[in-house]
């Protein structure tokens, strides 16, 4: 069975950091495009990373500079590494995988398999 399984999320301050993880099962994530998104309550989800194949990047302009992507070939995961976070940064963040040859940015109609989300919570 092909999934995403993210995880991660959690409460922390101001200006706080955390890890999210959007674990591969079923599939070989190395030819994928994954995606990260996020939807914030009362909001439409929104895209915040994404990493090619190729392992390009891209980073929404509200993200840059504070947020990271990365691959683990070997875990077959994607880590989105959120720093300096702020509490406009609360939100559930999913990953999602490409229809399959494209390249970053990709928008939430070209992404299938969306993982069930993980809770991220900036407060003071």
């Known amino acids: 069975q092909v999934q995403l399984v993210e995880s991660g999320g959690g409460s922390v301050q101001p200006g706080g950091s955390l890890r999210l993880s959007c674990e591969a099962r079923g599939f070989n994530l190395d030819y994928s495009v994954i995606a990260w998104f996020r939807q914030a309550p009362g909001k439409e989800r929104e895209a915040v990373s994404c990493i090619s194949y190729t392992d390009g990047t891209y980073y929404a302009e509200f993200v840059k500079g504070r947020f990271a992507i990365s691959r683990d070939h070997s875990k077959n995961s994607v880590y989105l590494e959120m720093n300096s976070l702020q509490a406009e940064d609360t939100a559930v963040y999913y990953c999602?995988?490409?229809?399959?040859?494209?390249?970053?940015?990709?928008?939430?109609?070209?992404?299938?398999?969306w993982g069930q989300g993980t809770l991220v919570t900036v407060s003071s």
């Open positions: 999602a995988k490409d229809l399959g040859g494209l390249s970053c940015p990709v928008g939430e109609r070209n992404l299938e398999h």
